[in-house]
């Protein structure tokens, strides 16, 4: 029972964050990776292809973000890139070489996911996004429990 208090506080936490601007969408299209490589993104802007099979929801995803930027602002990132602290943290994983496998985009289906820090940067106006997946509620939840958990053990 302490495990569904501490996510409600997680998730309350991260519904409250306003310095993180974001944006999701899903991409089908022959090569996402050419996507990433054409976004003019501003400076503090970070874009992260997440598989559509590994998404779970846009909380989840939120979260994920949040915890990348406190790592990096502390110091305890485990990363040398902040998309790669973000897969690592998605996953609550420390090993990047599987991160980095188990975020390879297989076919065409993927969710971009884009979020800022700061001011609220104009991502919205990327006109070729297509809705986002429906969010499986009960596997995000699980998510959320994973990735707080493992965020709790690397900062304690």
């Known amino acids: 029972m302490a495990v569904d208090k501490a ?3 997680v998730l309350r936490v991260v519904e409250e964050v306003e310095n993180i601007d974001d944006l ?4 089908k299209a022959p090569n996402t990776k050419v996507v ?6 501003p400076e503090r802007c970070i874009a992260v292809l997440v598989p559509a099979r590994l998404f779970t929801g846009p909380r989840h995803l939120r979260l994920t973000a949040y915890l990348t930027e406190v790592a990096w602002s502390e110091g305890s990132a485990i990363a040398r ?4 602290e973000f897969m690592l943290t998605y996953l609550a994983t420390r090993q990047i070489r599987e991160a980095l496998n188990v975020f390879r985009p297989e076919g065409v289906d993927a969710v ?7 001011d609220v940067a104009d991502v919205s106006e ?3 996004c297509l809705p986002p997946p429906e969010p ?20 304690r």
Do not use: M, N, P
């Open 7 to 9: 996510v409600r506080e």
């Open 24 to 27: 999701l969408c899903r991409l």
């Open 36 to 41: 990433l490589e054409r976004l003019d993104l």
């Open 81 to 84: 890139k902040k998309e790669v």
């Open 112 to 118: 971009l996911y884009i979020w800022c820090v700061g």
């Open 126 to 128: 990327i006109s070729w």
């Open 136 to 155: 499986d509620h009960e596997a995000e939840l699980e998510a959320i429990e994973r990735t707080a958990l493992f965020w709790a053990e690397q900062h």
